[in-house]
């Protein structure tokens, strides 16, 4: 009897975390705020973990890696770290524009890049 309500208990839970999850799940449309960076060139002079939110192309993907694209806006390129899951299995192509939502990422010796945490695909 515990069993049967245990799994009747799973069963109710999964369509429930399910409606959260994965693309066209739906979500807040709307502004972003508290974003301090919004270029290329400024997400390249800004500070470790500060907000970006940035708006262009993703031109290429950097060989020998599976998660480190070429980014570009009107103010110049940089790497963005975008993780499969990111992409929610839509297809992005550089005739595509995006915004690309997250945080500078600045290591010891490494050029800076911009972890992406949400991408929308505009058109």
Same mark, same amino acid.
């Given at each position: 009897?515990? #069993? &049967?309500?245990?799994? #009747?208990?799973?069963?109710?839970?999964?369509?429930?975390? &399910?409606?959260?999850?994965?693309?066209? %799940?739906?979500?807040?449309?709307?502004?972003?705020?508290?974003?301090?960076?919004?270029?290329?060139?400024? %997400?390249?002079?800004?500070?470790?973990?500060?907000?970006?939110?940035?708006?262009?192309?993703?031109?290429?993907?950097?060989?020998?890696?599976?998660?480190?694209? #070429?980014?570009?806006? &009107?103010?110049?390129?940089?790497?963005?770290?975008?993780?499969?899951?990111?992409? &929610?299995?839509?297809?992005?192509?550089?005739?595509?524009?995006?915004?690309?939502?997250?945080?500078?990422?600045?290591?010891?010796?490494?050029?800076?890049?911009?972890?992406?945490?949400?991408?929308? #695909?505009?058109?």
């Amino acid at each position: 009897m515990r #069993i &049967a309500l245990l799994l #009747i208990l799973l069963l109710l839970s999964v369509p429930a975390h &399910a409606a959260f999850q994965g693309p066209g %799940a739906g979500g807040f449309k709307g502004p972003t705020v508290g974003v301090e960076i919004s270029s290329v060139k400024q %997400a390249l002079e800004g500070t470790d973990d500060a907000p970006v939110l940035l708006t262009g192309t993703i031109v290429g993907r950097k060989a020998g890696s599976d998660d480190k694209y #070429i980014f570009r806006d &009107a103010t110049g390129e940089l790497t963005v770290d975008i993780d499969k899951e990111v992409f &929610a299995g839509r297809t992005v192509t550089p005739e595509n524009t995006v915004k690309l939502s997250g945080k500078v990422d600045k290591d010891l010796l490494e050029p800076v890049k911009v972890d992406v945490k949400v991408l929308e #695909i505009l058109n």
